[in-house]
């Protein structure tokens, strides 16, 4: 480690930082930064679960509204139906490319899904305009084949309504 020479070839030192009056934390500051940081977190958590609860409905409302959408535009896009289906035994749902129009799934037409609903949440057939099976079917037109919504809940009390008008196939959440 080379050390700087003045003129006169003494040994010349950094600038010191010596302050007086400074010092260190105790521990007992640092307990008591702890305590109040731990305090704080404990009254944040109850706000960040009611967050991650509202945040998992309205997912999970807005992933179902896509794809019904995106069934909508694909069957005006392609000019053939696509249908929708619901299994509520798995929870899941499947989207059916029904190019023959037999709303049946048969060689060579493309089925997406099943796409999963987390465990954690409710889907119900909505309480004022249910839908009147567990399918739906949007045509070429843009139309859908029936109106309806589905609630999306969970033990909490959090909600979403997601609806289908017949006469447009447009999808809403709500």
């Keep these: 480690m080379a050390i700087a020479r003045n003129d006169s070839n003494e040994a010349v030192r950094g600038p010191r930082l010596h302050v007086s009056g400074c010092r260190g934390m105790t521990l007992v500051e640092i307990m008591g ?12 958590l109850p706000a960040f679960r009611s967050y991650f609860a509202t945040h998992e409905v309205d997912g999970a ?7 019904l959408r995106l069934a909508r535009q694909k069957a005006a896009t392609e000019h053939n139906n696509y249908k929708f289906s619901y299994n509520s035994g798995t929870q899941s749902y ?29 889907v119900t057939n909505g309480p004022l305009t249910p839908f009147p099976g567990d399918s739906l079917v949007f045509y070429p037109n843009g139309t859908a084949s029936a109106n309806g919504t589905v609630v999306i809940s969970n033990a909490k009390g959090f909600w979403r309504l997601v609806a289908v008008v017949r006469s447009t196939g447009a999808v809403a959440v709500r």
């Design 94 to 122: 499947t989207i059916l490319d029904d190019d023959n129009g037999n709303n049946l799934a048969d060689a060579g037409e493309m089925v997406h899904g099943p796409v999963s609903i987390p465990a954690e949440l409710t």
């Design 61 to 67: 409302a807005n992933n179902l509204s896509v794809n």
């Design 33 to 44: 930064a702890l305590v109040i940081f731990g305090i704080l977190i404990a009254l944040g």
